[in-house]
């Protein structure tokens, strides 16, 4: 009976709020990507989260060849350079177009009846169950439900009670959303908080990276460390409130696709001109897309 219980939980977490990709540890992975590099981070960014994947499948001269012919698509003014301005625009089209497509997938499970609307009864029975409609603090996943029911206010900008499908997006994705931006803070707050204390520590803050092993990694945690106890940390009591967290998250979520273009160009820019002509991109193409030969690398370093 404990194991079965252990295991409705889990499943309720990790349905509830159908929570984004973009989870708490990817957050800091996002900042750990400023200091070590990470390919399949960079290709998920430039091709979109559920594409990515698809050019591990190509040859090299497969994955050039598609690389190639998306490249006039990013590059808007056909000068055959592509601007910082260019990538970033490319970028986060990219982010939209995978939430549209997940939103997609995830739409009709939540609209029951079919009608194209989404009533806060038909989602909190479609994830949690009849029994939730009802609500009342005894319940088992009393505050998985408070917290799913506030980003669903935030998410609904007519007021009517319902989502559409452009406010479900932003109830999905709450991270691409400036308006969803209170309940970013509130998942990360939710999710690093582990004893329930509202703030988040040292420790807390790190979470599993701590324990980490890898020598270019460590330099990265004792980064972090800095950052945390003379950055973020601003009033030096050894915690980030709520206040704290937001001050941090936010920005960083905003300013995601012009930091990622500028990495990208400062990866392929061969000639340092600050743009990227279409054979420097092709003759870097392990930068923005995968193949069989960068997917062979990453699996023997894993099992290394």
Same mark, same amino acid.
């Given at each position: 009976m404990m194991l079965l219980s252990l295991l409705a939980t889990l499943l309720v977490v990790a349905i509830s709020g159908r929570d984004s990709d973009r989870s708490v540890e990817t957050i800091l992975e996002r900042e750990k990507h400023q200091f070590v590099d990470d390919p399949e981070f960079d290709h998920e960014a430039f091709l979109g989260k559920d594409i990515a994947d698809d050019f591990d499948d190509l040859t090299v001269e497969q994955s050039k060849a598609k690389l190639a012919e998306m490249l006039p698509r990013v590059d808007t003014d056909s000068d055959g350079e592509i601007t910082q301005v260019e990538l970033e625009k490319w970028i986060a089209?990219? &982010?939209? +177009?995978? &939430?549209?497509?997940? /939103?997609? @997938?995830? #739409?009709? *499970?939540?609209? @029951?009846?079919?009608?194209? !609307? !989404? @009533? =806060? *009864? $038909?989602?909190? @029975?479609?994830?949690?169950?009849?029994?939730?409609?009802?609500? *009342?603090?005894?319940?088992?996943?009393?505050?998985?439900?408070?917290?799913?029911?506030?980003?669903?206010?935030?998410?609904?900008? /007519?007021?009517?009670? /319902?989502?559409?499908?452009?406010?479900?997006?932003?109830?999905?994705?709450?991270? $691409?959303?400036?308006h969803m931006a209170?309940?970013?803070?509130?998942?990360?707050?939710?999710?690093?908080?582990?004893?329930?204390?509202?703030?988040?520590?040292?420790? $807390?803050?790190?979470?599993? #990276?701590?324990?980490?092993?890898?020598?270019? +990694?460590?330099? =990265? &945690? +004792?980064?972090?460390?800095? /950052?945390? !106890? *003379?950055?973020?940390?601003?009033?030096?009591?050894?915690?980030?409130?709520?206040?704290?967290?937001?001050?941090?998250? &936010?920005?960083?979520?905003?300013?995601?696709?012009? +930091?990622e273009a500028a990495s990208l160009i400062e990866k392929a820019d061969t000639n340092k001109d600050g743009s990227l002509s279409f054979q420097e991109i092709v003759e870097n193409h392990s930068v923005f897309v995968g193949s069989q030969a960068t997917d062979y690398g990453r699996l023997l370093h894993e099992e290394l």
């Open positions: 089209d990219q &982010i939209q +177009e995978y &939430i549209k497509r997940d /939103s997609t @997938t995830s #739409f009709p *499970n939540d609209d @029951t009846d079919g009608d194209g !609307i !989404i @009533t =806060w *009864n $038909e989602y909190v @029975t479609a994830t949690f169950g009849e029994g939730y409609v009802n609500l *009342n603090e005894g319940m088992d996943y009393y505050s998985y439900v408070m917290r799913d029911k506030a980003r669903f206010d935030l998410a609904d900008t /007519s007021g009517d009670g /319902s989502l559409d499908f452009e406010e479900y997006c932003g109830f999905l994705h709450p991270e $691409e959303y400036p209170e309940a970013v803070v509130d998942d990360t707050l939710d999710d690093m908080d582990e004893d329930g204390d509202g703030k988040v520590s040292l420790l $807390e803050y790190l979470g599993d #990276f701590v324990d980490d092993e890898d020598e270019n +990694e460590k330099e =990265w &945690i +004792e980064q972090e460390k800095e /950052s945390f !106890i *003379n950055e973020k940390d601003k009033d030096k009591d050894g915690y980030l409130d709520r206040a704290e967290l937001a001050a941090w998250v &936010i920005p960083l979520e905003k300013n995601f696709s012009g +930091e």
